[in-house]
T-cell receptor, first 117, second 114 residues
Framework: AQTVTQSQPEMSVQEAETVTLSCTYD???????LFWYKQPPSRQMILVIR??????QNATENRFSVNFQKAAKSFSLKISDSQLGDAAMYFC??????????????FGPGTRLSVLP | SQTIHQWPATLVQPVGSPLSLECTVE??????LYWYRQAAGRGLQLLFY??????ISSEVPQNLSASRPQDRQFILSSKKLLLSDSGFYLC?????????????FGSGTRLTVV
């Protein structure tokens, strides 16, 4: 079974600075998808960014980018120019390419990010 | 555009009382629907998922049940709540054949069993 690990339970960053959240996963599959979700204090989970394992190019969404290292099974999230609204719990998630119905989404335990003014 | 509604936002229920949480999706048809639980300080646990009306798959044996009476309606129920049922419940939907899509989550229900 796949597992997702986020080794940093909590992190903090100064406003306008850059922070990187770590995520590693364990799988024997070669095709899969990776996601970062954000859960702000309002508690609604929001998709931040996704990456297909067959794409070598790292995904980017505005100030959010990932560093996908397939061989190392690493999928870190970089937040540039951090804003107060970025404060949230961030979840890394894995889904198998063959999981067409989404019942095998695997979420990490989360990293709580604080943004300091 | 698609939207997902989940209610109530918060709920305080005594032990042994029944539970009904409702989730509806608008702007799409034949979605996959999911119920997740997030216990304090812990990650997300998939409770149920549904790929069609009346089709419910349970991931975790417990005293909760789910039903999908209509295409875009998903209900989480319990006949008798336990203290351990306290947590944050999230409904989510996805397109039928997910491809590279993830979930879209509702705003969640904070359930406290006292």
């Amino acid at each position: 079974a796949q597992t997702v690990t986020q080794s940093q339970p909590e992190m903090s960053v100064q406003e306008a600075e850059t922070v990187t959240l770590s995520c590693t996963y364990d799988t024997s599959e070669s095709d899969y998808y990776l996601f970062w979700y954000k859960q702000p204090p309002s508690r609604q989970m929001i998709l931040v960014i996704r990456q297909e394992a067959y794409k070598q190019q790292n995904a980017t969404e505005n100030r959010f980018s990932v560093n996908f290292q397939k061989a190392a099974k690493s999928f870190s999230l970089k937040i540039s120019d951090s804003q107060l609204g970025d404060a949230a719990m961030y979840f890394c998630a894995y889904r198998s390419y063959f999981d067409n119905y989404g019942q095998n989404f695997v979420f990490g335990p989360g990293t709580r990010l604080s943004v300091l003014p | 555009s698609q939207t997902i509604h989940q209610w109530p936002a918060t709920l305080v229920q005594p032990v042994g009382s029944p539970l009904s949480l409702e989730c509806t999706v608008e702007g799409t048809s034949n979605p996959n629907l999911y119920w997740y639980r997030q216990a304090a300080g812990r990650g997300l646990q998939l409770l149920f998922y549904s790929v069609g009306i009346g089709q419910i798959s349970s991931e975790v044996p417990q005293n909760l049940s789910a039903s999908r009476p209509q295409d875009r309606q998903f209900i989480l129920s319990s006949k008798k709540l336990l203290l351990s049922d306290s947590g944050f419940y999230l409904c989510a939907w996805s397109v039928a054949r997910m491809g590279n899509y993830g979930y879209t989550f509702g705003s969640g229900t904070r359930l406290t069993v006292v």
